[in-house]
C-alpha cells in the first residue's frame, strides 16, 4: 500500500506563501489521484484541492480558488499545493490522500474516496 508523507507547512504571516509537498512510496504513486485536504480546530476535514494521476486535470475548493495551486511530478513521487496570498482561514493541519482507485476520470471531493492518508503538516497563519 502506498504511504505519503507531508511536509513544508509552518508560520507565516497573512499574505505570505507556503508550498506544501507529498511524497509517496511503496506503490505505483502515477497511476492514481491525489488531493488536498485541511482541518481547523473544531471543524471538520475539508476538500481543498485534487488533481488526476496524470497531472492534466485539477480541481480546487471555491474558497482557495485563485490562491492555491495542486500540482505533480510523477518522476519524484510527489504532489505539491502552492499556498499563495494565506489568510488566517487558512490556518490548519493539511493532509494529502491517494485516490482509492486507479485511472479516475472525474474529480472526486469525499474523503471517503481517498486512502493512504498522511500524518498531515500545521499551517499557521497570523493576521
Known amino acids: 500500500q502506498v504511504q505519503v508523507v507531508e511536509s513544508g507547512g509552518g508560520l507565516v504571516q497573512a499574505g505570505g506563501s507556503l508550498r506544501l509537498a507529498c511524497a509517496a512510496s511503496?506503490?505505483?504513486?502515477?497511476?492514481?489521484?491525489m488531493g488536498w485536504f485541511r482541518q481547523a480546530p473544531g471543524k471538520e476535514r475539508e476538500f481543498v484541492a485534487t488533481i488526476n494521476w496524470n497531472g492534466r486535470s485539477t480541481y480546487v475548493a471555491d474558497s482557495v480558488k485563485g490562491r492555491f495551486t495542486i500540482s505533480r511530478d510523477n518522476s519524484k513521487n510527489t504532489a505539491y499545493l502552492q499556498m499563495n496570498s494565506l489568510e488566517p482561514e487558512d490556518t490548519g493541519v493539511y493532509y494529502c490522500?491517494?485516490?482509492?482507485?486507479?485511472?479516475?476520470?472525474?474529480?472526486?471531493?469525499?474523503?471517503?474516496?481517498?486512502?493512504?492518508w498522511g500524518q498531515g503538516t500545521q499551517v499557521t497563519v497570523s493576521s
Open positions: 490522500a491517494i485516490d482509492g482507485v486507479p485511472y479516475r476520470y472525474y474529480h472526486i471531493t469525499d474523503r471517503a474516496d481517498f486512502d493512504s
Open positions: 511503496g506503490g505505483t504513486f502515477s497511476s492514481h489521484g
